[in-house]
Nanobody, 124 residues
Framework: QVQLVESGGGLVQAGGSLRLSCAAS??????????MGWFRQAPGKEREFVAA????????YYADSVKGRFTISRDNAKNTVYLQMNSLEPEDTAVYSC???????????????WGQGTQVTVSS
């Protein structure tokens, strides 16, 4: 069974920073073979793509709304993907979820495995 567990969410003031982590486990899930993505969903809104990274970490994608503020990275030795979020804005408030898939993509439907999510709240 594959498990993706996010951590690092919380309440932060506008302009602040948070680093999210997503730890992967499972005998059938070879983390280093999977692309990983971060998505978010705010109340009353659809899920939206945030960032993605390929299996080796050499290719990254970002949503325009977070480009220059967020950085995705991964440590294959630790089976963990990170999302460093700087210059946070109230509009970044959402539940952030990580996902694993066979190839890097911005489409949520292309990811096979999902975590439960972690809440990020940015106060103004």
């Amino acid at each position: 069974q594959v498990q993706l567990v996010e951590s690092g969410g919380g309440l932060v003031q506008a302009g602040g920073s948070l680093r999210l982590s997503c730890a992967a486990s499972g005998r059938t899930f070879s983390f280093s073979n999977y692309a990983m993505g971060w998505f978010r969903q705010a109340p009353g809104k659809e899920r939206e793509f945030v960032a993605a990274i390929n299996w080796r970490g050499g290719t990254t994608y970002y949503a325009d709304s977070v480009k220059g503020r967020f950085t995705i990275s991964r440590d294959n030795a630790k089976n963990t993907v990170y999302l460093q979020m700087n210059s946070l804005e109230p509009e970044d408030t959402a539940v952030y979820s990580c996902a694993g898939g066979r190839f890097i993509t911005t489409r949520g439907d292309d990811y096979s495995y999902w975590g439960q999510g972690t809440q990020v709240t940015v106060s103004s």
